[in-house]
């Protein structure tokens, strides 16, 4: 692969890794596509082995990130629906505030969701902090797994 070409996929990458921190966009897929892209153009043993190193980064990131994500909201008895409203909120609070509506939204919504559910302030308040500690752990975690996928690219690149 070109030069030019290494750099788009760089490009790629990090707008990936820009995506695992704001959850707009599929951070780790398009890490992940931009190396399978590089792997293809590139060819050879070392390519694909660096491919498969990234995707075996990505996949234990995504289902470590599952497991402790639901084990913290487990603990606080936080169900998933209300993750999912929160969810819903804050993408309708994204097109509504701009650039911070999202976790506005996000936090607005679990904690509605949960003083609804809970009937009680502080409960419901401990449980959005809750949500806001799980999620703040899944982006920690897949934020690794595609920094080190993003290494073994770029070990890659320096070994083609």
Do not use: K, Y
Request: proline share 2%; aromatic share 6%; hydrophobic share 65%.
């Amino acid at each position: 692969m070109s030069s030019g070409g290494e750099v788009v996929v760089g490009i790629v990458i990090l707008l990936g890794l820009v995506g695992v921190v704001v959850q707009v966009l599929p951070g780790n897929l398009l890490v992940l596509g931009a190396i399978l892209v590089w792997a293809i153009l590139t060819g050879g043993t070392t390519a694909w082995v660096c491919f498969g190193v990234a995707l075996a980064c990505v996949a234990v990131a995504e289902v470590a990130q599952l497991v402790l994500g639901a084990r913290h909201l487990r603990r606080a008895e936080v169900p998933w629906i209300t993750l999912a409203i929160g969810g819903v909120v804050g993408v309708v609070g994204f097109f509504v505030v701009p650039v911070v509506g999202l976790p506005l939204g996000f936090v607005l919504g679990v904690l509605v969701v949960e003083l609804l559910r809970r009937r009680d302030l502080r409960a419901a308040w401990a449980a959005t902090v809750a949500a806001m500690v799980a999620t703040g752990i899944t982006i920690v975690v897949q934020l690794a797994g595609a920094l080190l996928a993003t290494s073994a690219w770029l070990v890659g690149v320096a070994l083609t």
